[in-house]
């Protein structure tokens, strides 16, 4: 089943209903997540030097940071595709396509 991850901070959900809600509210987790924040392990998350290079060059090293630690921090489920939705204002928020494996 593929479905679209909003990468947005929001509340956490210790019960998630199905296997679905957890690997997106994991995948959100990750998106989230900045690299070197995480006591436990420093490496959890995502690299965020790029977002002071100019915008397409961000996007893609974005892009590339994403699949790289949702493969690695959730394997059940598969990157099908990236998106970036702006505002008026500038303000860039990204959208993940998974394909969430329920065996």
Same mark, same amino acid.
């Given at each position: 089943?593929?479905? /679209?991850?909003?990468?947005?901070?929001?509340?956490?959900?210790?019960?998630?209903?199905?296997?679905?809600?957890?690997?997106?509210?994991?995948?959100?987790?990750?998106?989230?997540?900045?690299?070197?924040?995480?006591?436990?392990?420093?490496?959890?998350?995502?690299?965020? =030097?790029?977002?002071?290079?100019?915008?397409?060059?961000?996007?893609?090293?974005?892009? =590339?940071?994403?699949?790289?630690? @949702?493969?690695?921090?959730?394997?059940?489920?598969?990157?099908?595709? @990236?998106?970036?939705?702006? /505002?008026?204002?500038?303000?860039?928020?990204?959208?993940?396509? @998974?394909?969430?494996?329920?065996?």
């Amino acid at each position: 089943m593929e479905i /679209d991850v909003l990468a947005t901070k929001t509340e956490f959900n210790f019960a998630p209903k199905n296997l679905i809600e957890e690997v997106a509210q994991n995948v959100r987790i990750i998106c989230t997540t900045e690299k070197y924040s995480v006591p436990m392990d420093r490496l959890f998350g995502v690299d965020t =030097a790029m977002l002071d290079r100019p915008t397409p060059k961000a996007m893609a090293a974005l892009q =590339a940071e994403l699949i790289q630690a @949702i493969r690695k921090y959730e394997p059940r489920c598969k990157v099908r595709k @990236i998106s970036f939705e702006g /505002d008026i204002n500038g303000k860039l928020a990204v959208k993940v396509r @998974i394909a969430v494996n329920e065996e």
